[in-house]
């Protein structure tokens, strides 16, 4: 049997991470604040009859530019291929390369969101940026399904391989005029806490608050309710 995080487990390394990444999230908080113009700036008392208050306009402007040069360039997606890699490897990565890239753009198009301009705001600005992909089965709802264009069948295997290839042939055909199942989201990087292992990156926990409702179906398989 797999092992499955208890909730005990996954709230302690969620403080655990958090002491972990504290002095980054301080930086963050530090960076953004200049950016909001919250930092308060101590006036000579010299200049104290003339000037009641600085505001910093530079931090912003940075960020205004490094975004500009960042998005100048079309979003590209590079997957490395293993060391000396055989023919069939480069052709994998290359396809690869391709699918994800025309899922991007359907995946922008779909969610009229700039997801390129986000992702490199907060590079930019924190100095580090997510992506999270997340799979959305609701899109797909009114898929052709095997009882419908089959009698007394439900499942695929049911079927003779005549029937097999035409239902295959409609889903396909209904799977090309359907939405991508899946949606892009650039998370906060102070909720990304990485975890690293010996062999690189083991995982990754966000840390983020959700309705009550929303929270109760999401952790009832890590223990229960939450606290």
């Not at 002095?23 to 308060?40: F, K, P, Y």
């Amino acid at each position: 049997m797999a092992w499955e995080p208890t909730q005990d487990y996954v709230l302690d390394l969620k403080n655990d991470l958090g002491d972990r990444y504290r002095g980054r999230n301080e930086r963050i908080d530090g960076w953004r604040a200049l950016l909001r113009d919250d930092v308060e700036i101590n006036i000579p008392e010299a200049y104290q009859t003339t000037t009641k208050d600085i505001r910093l306009g530079l931090p912003r402007i940075w960020v205004r530019r490094t975004v500009g040069v960042l998005t100048s360039e079309p979003f590209q997606v590079k997957v490395p291929t293993p060391p000396d890699p055989s023919d069939a490897s480069v052709r994998n990565s290359a396809s690869c390369e391709r699918f994800l890239m025309a899922l991007w753009e359907q995946v922008e198009r779909q969610q009229h969101m700039t997801i390129y301009h986000d992702l490199a705001h907060y590079i930019a600005a924190d100095g580090q940026g997510w992506l999270k992909l997340v799979y959305r089965p609701d899109t797909w709802h009114g898929m052709p399904e095997v009882e419908q264009l089959f009698e007394e069948r439900t499942q695929v295997d049911e079927l003779t391989p005549d029937e097999q290839r035409e239902y295959l042939r409609r889903v396909a055909a209904w799977k090309r005029g359907a939405p991508s199942p899946f949606a892009i989201r650039v998370p906060d990087p102070a909720t990304i806490y990485p975890v690293w292992g010996e062999f690189g990156l083991d995982s990754i926990i966000e840390v983020s608050e959700r309705p009550w409702l929303q929270a109760q179906r999401m952790v009832s398989k890590l223990g229960g309710l939450p606290q």
